[in-house]
DNA sequence: TTGCTCCTCACGTCACGTGAGGTGGC
DNA sequence: TTGCTCCTCACGTCACGTGAGGTGGC
C-alpha cells in the first residue's frame, strides 16, 4: 500500500500550486489516488511524484494539456517519443518565429521605408501547373511549403518547360486570417491536364498593380499597406484576389536580402 | 483630407483580422478615425497603417496590450526605447527559460534517478547576517537574486567572518506558487544589528532531514519529491518552513553540474 | 478547543475566435 | 435589386487565479 500526502504536500514537492492540482483533477490530467467521501480531501501517492514532474515540464514548454494527457496516456513509448518529438519541434518553430518577429521589429524601428514604388502592367493569360486548395489560417504556411515542393518537383521530373516564375494566387481573406482559395502555380508551356494533384490551368490575362517586397517574407505586410494605400488613394476598383509571383526566394539564395516578391492586384474593368 | 479604407481593407493591409481590430478598437488600443453614426461602420485611414504594423509585431512578441498601449503613448522616444528594450529583455529571459526546461525534460527522461540519499543531522545554532522578505512567487527569483548579490557584498566590504555558506529560510508555501516569507543569509561571527536592509538574525538550532541536489536549479523539485518522500513515508512530523545551504553556485564555478545545494526540512519535537 | 488545511462554487483574466441574427452600401 | 460587407451582442477558449464562505482534521 503505498503512501499518500496532502495536496499542499503534493504541491510542495511538485512545485505545482495547489489551485493547479485541483485544475489537474477537474480535466482528468492528474486526479489523485483517494478523494475522501466526506471531507472532499484529495491525497495523492508518493509514486505519482514523476507524473507530476513531467507534466510539469511539459506544461512549461507550453504543450497543450491534451497534449499532455495524449502523451501520458500512450502505452507504447516510441509513440511517447514522437509526440515529444513532434512538440519539441513546433517549440522550434515558435522560437525561429520570435527570432524573425524581433528582426521585422526592429527592421521597422530601423526606419528609411520609402513607400514602395507601385506600378501598373497588362499581364497576359498563361498556361500553369497548379495545385488547388481551400486552407485555414493556422494551415497556410505548411500546406504551402509541401504544395510548392511538390509543383517543383513534378515540373523537373517530368521536364516540363517553364515560361515564367512561381506564381500564386490568393482569396484576400487570407490574408486576414480567414479561410480562402490558394493555388501556388509554375506557368509552363503546355501543361498535362492532371499530374498527382497538380491540374492544368490558365491564369487569365489582367491590368495589374504591382509592388514589389525584398527579404523575408514577415515582413510582406509592409508591400500590402503599400499597395493597398495606391489603390485606395487612386479609387482603384479591385478583384479580392491577390496574385505574387516569386521572382528570387531561398530556392535562388540563401540571402533573404535579395528574395524578391511580386504583389499585385488586378483591376476591375468597369 | 486623409484617405480612408474599410475595415475589411485595413485588416488586408495589415495581416491583422477583422476580429483583432474590433478588440483594438473595443479596448482602445487603435481605433478607427471615422464610424459611420447609422451603420456603425468603422474607417481608417492610411497614416494608420504604421501604428497597426508596429502593434501586430510587438503582439506577435507576446507584449501585453496595457504595454503597448503605453509604447504607443509615449510622447518622449527614449521612454519608448526604454520600454522596448524592457520588453526585449523580458523576451530573452523567457527564452532561455524555455531552454533550460527542454534540458529539465531532457534530464527527467534520460532517466537514472535514484532517489537522492536523505540523512538526519543536528544543526546548531547560529549568528548570520539576513534580509528578511515576504514576496509573491512571480518576484522571488529578481528579489532572491538582489538579496543575495546584496548580503554578499556587505560581508565582503564590512570584513565579517563567514562561519558557513549562504544560506536561505523559505516558507514551504513559496514552493507551492503562494507568496510567503524568505530570509537569505550569511552566517558571520558578531553580525552588526543593522548594516542596510540586512538585520543581525540567530539562525535556530534545528534537527534536520537533509539531501543534496546537483545541478541547475530548475531541477530541484527532484530534491524536494525525494525528500518529501522519505518525510511522508517515515511519518516525520516536520515545520513549516524549508531550509537551503547553497554549498557551491554559480559564485563558486560557472559549471552547472559542479553546483550543490542542501535543502532540508526541521524535524518537530514532540 | 483552536487554528490551519482543505473544500466547493462562481467568477475573473487575457486576447481574441465563433457563431447567430440582422442591417447598410454599391 | 442582390449579394456582400459590415454590424452588434453573447458566449466560448485556454489554463489556471481570485476570492467568498464554509467544513474537516490534528
Same mark, same amino acid.
Given at each position: 500500500m503505498s503512501t499518500t500526502v496532502t495536496i499542499g504536500r503534493f504541491a510542495t514537492m511538485t512545485h505545482l500550486s495547489v489551485k493547479t492540482l485541483h485544475h489537474y483533477h477537474q480535466v482528468g490530467l492528474l486526479e489523485p489516488v483517494r478523494v475522501d467521501a466526506d471531507s472532499g480531501y484529495r491525497y495523492y501517492a508518493l509514486d505519482q511524484l514523476p507524473t507530476a514532474q513531467l507534466i510539469r515540464r511539459l506544461r512549461e514548454l507550453r504543450m497543450p494539456i491534451p497534449d499532455v494527457k495524449a502523451l501520458l496516456g500512450a502505452g507504447d513509448p516510441d509513440r511517447r517519443d514522437a509526440l515529444l518529438a513532434a512538440h519539441l519541434y513546433r517549440l522550434e518553430k515558435e522560437l525561429a518565429r520570435t527570432h524573425s518577429a524581433v528582426a521585422a521589429l526592429r527592421s521597422l524601428l530601423g526606419g528609411g521605408h520609402d513607400p514602395a514604388p507601385v506600378t501598373r502592367r497588362v !499581364? #497576359?493569360?498563361? %498556361?500553369?501547373? /497548379?495545385?488547388?486548395? %481551400?486552407?485555414? #489560417?493556422?494551415?497556410?504556411? %505548411?500546406?504551402?511549403? &509541401? &504544395?510548392? *515542393?511538390?509543383?517543383? $518537383?513534378?515540373?523537373?521530373?517530368? /521536364? $516540363?518547360?517553364?515560361?515564367? +516564375?512561381?506564381? *500564386?494566387?490568393?482569396?484576400?481573406?487570407? =490574408?486576414?486570417? !480567414? +479561410? *480562402?482559395?490558394?493555388? #501556388?502555380?509554375?506557368?509552363?508551356?503546355? +501543361?498535362? @491536364?492532371?499530374? *498527382?494533384? &497538380?491540374?492544368?490551368?490558365?491564369? +487569365?490575362?489582367?491590368? $495589374?498593380?504591382?509592388?514589389?517586397? =525584398? /527579404?523575408? #517574407?514577415?515582413?510582406?505586410?509592409?508591400?500590402?499597406?503599400?499597395?493597398?494605400?495606391?489603390? &485606395?488613394?487612386?479609387?482603384? @476598383?479591385?478583384?479580392?484576389?491577390?496574385? !505574387?509571383? =516569386?521572382?528570387h526566394d531561398e530556392s535562388d539564395t540563401p540571402v533573404p536580402e535579395h528574395w524578391q516578391t511580386e504583389i499585385a492586384w488586378s483591376i476591375l474593368a468597369n
Open positions: !499581364e #497576359p493569360a498563361c %498556361t500553369a501547373l /497548379g495545385i488547388a486548395g %481551400t486552407i485555414a #489560417p493556422d494551415e497556410i504556411l %505548411t500546406w504551402w511549403n &509541401a &504544395a510548392r *515542393g511538390e509543383l517543383r $518537383l513534378l515540373v523537373r521530373e517530368n /521536364g $516540363l518547360r517553364r515560361t515564367g +516564375p512561381l506564381g *500564386g494566387l490568393f482569396d484576400e481573406s487570407l =490574408y486576414r486570417r !480567414e +479561410p *480562402g482559395a490558394a493555388v #501556388p502555380f509554375v506557368p509552363v508551356e503546355r +501543361p498535362p @491536364a492532371s499530374l *498527382g494533384r &497538380a491540374r492544368a490551368l490558365l491564369v +487569365p490575362a489582367a491590368e $495589374l498593380v504591382v509592388t514589389t517586397h =525584398y /527579404g523575408v #517574407p514577415e515582413a510582406i505586410d509592409l508591400a500590402h499597406a503599400d499597395l493597398g494605400s495606391f489603390i &485606395a488613394r487612386n479609387e482603384i @476598383a479591385v478583384d479580392t484576389q491577390i496574385r !505574387e509571383y =516569386y521572382l
